[in-house]
């Protein structure tokens, strides 16, 4: 059981790295999708922000009014809904915008082909993890410990097993 708990945080540790790691346009495609750590509340009730977003890596992009999409626009990453199709262009959208932000001020028409990523699913609880996993705490957590269980592997389970059959005299 605590080589499962070792080898399940490894590889947890893997993909935060792989995610966080990953840079504006460089996201890295794991078995066609794209991992996206959701950053803002402007998706929302689609999306909402710390959710782990899996995007459909695409090579070439239809539109569809209704899609959100990911993209680069003047190096910066953006996540929003196509609200109008327009040929090989397409306008896009917030679906949320927040106070003091005038409504429309972020609608922009793109083009097709610089759409990249099409929104597939979304894990609250893995963003949530992954986030948790970038601080301080959550790094002890989820790398120092399974590298302590690792090391001391032995003298935990003869602590434990010194444990049990105390308790089983008594």
């Known amino acids: ?79 929003q809904k196509v609200i109008e199709v327009q040929g090989d262009k397409c306008v896009v959208d917030l679906l949320y915008y927040p106070q003091n932000t005038k409504p429309g001020s972020m609608e ?19 963003g949530a993890l992954i986030v948790f996993a970038n601080t301080t705490v959550g790094r002890f957590l989820l790398l120092l410990l399974p590298a302590v269980l690792v090391f001391f592997y032995k003298q935990i389970m003869s602590f434990i097993r010194k444990i049990s059959s105390t308790t089983e005299v008594i």
């Open 1 to 79: 059981a605590i080589w499962l708990i070792i080898l399940a945080t490894i590889a947890f540790n893997g993909l935060v790295l792989v995610i966080s790691a990953s840079t504006p346009g460089k996201e890295i495609a794991v078995l066609g999708y794209i991992p996206y750590v959701f950053k803002s509340e402007t998706m929302r009730p689609a999306i909402y922000k710390n959710d782990l977003v899996f995007f459909t890596k695409l090579d070439e992009y239809t539109p569809n009014e209704g899609d959100i999409v990911l993209y680069q626009y003047e190096n910066e990453i953006y996540v």
């Open 108 to 126: 922009r028409t793109i083009e097709n082909k610089i759409v990249y990523g099409l929104y597939a699913s979304k894990s609250r609880w893995l």
